[in-house]
């Protein structure tokens, strides 16, 4: 089993930016993709960027591309999101969570999930 704790949310202007981070527990860290997810108030999560076991591979939401960055540190159990250029629109919860596949993308392809920390972008 993998304990995910995120950490690095908070408020921020718009234009402003976050650096979230995504500590892991257990030695497997490397075995698993990440990704990042979030939800905003009333809405569905979703989708925002995934990296695979290596770091070789990205992908991001097209809301995010260019603005987020997804990293990780396989030798700290870790993963980040740099988020610049930060809008209204990306107040959420983030979430980060693992996936046995390549580059997954869909709420289905993880298994482990974190408890999520709050980002407030004001405008």
């Known amino acids: 089993q993998v304990q995910l704790v995120e950490s690095g949310g908070g408020l921020v202007q718009a234009g402003g930016s976050l650096r979230l981070s995504c500590a892991a527990s257990g030695r497997t860290f490397s075995r698993y993709a990440m990704g990042w997810f979030r939800q905003a108030p009333g809405k569905e999560r979703e989708f925002v960027s995934a990296i695979s076991r290596s770091a070789v591979s990205t992908t991001y939401a097209n809301s995010v591309k260019g603005r987020f960055t997804i990293s990780r540190d396989n030798a700290k159990n870790a993963v980040y999101l740099q988020m610049d250029s930060l809008k209204p629109e990306d107040t959420a919860v983030y979430y980060c969570?693992?996936?046995?596949?390549?580059?997954?993308?869909?709420?289905?392809?993880?298994?482990?999930w974190g408890q999520g920390t709050q980002v407030t972008v004001s405008s």
């Open positions: 969570a693992t996936s046995s596949t390549w580059l997954p993308t869909t709420l289905g392809e993880y298994n482990y």
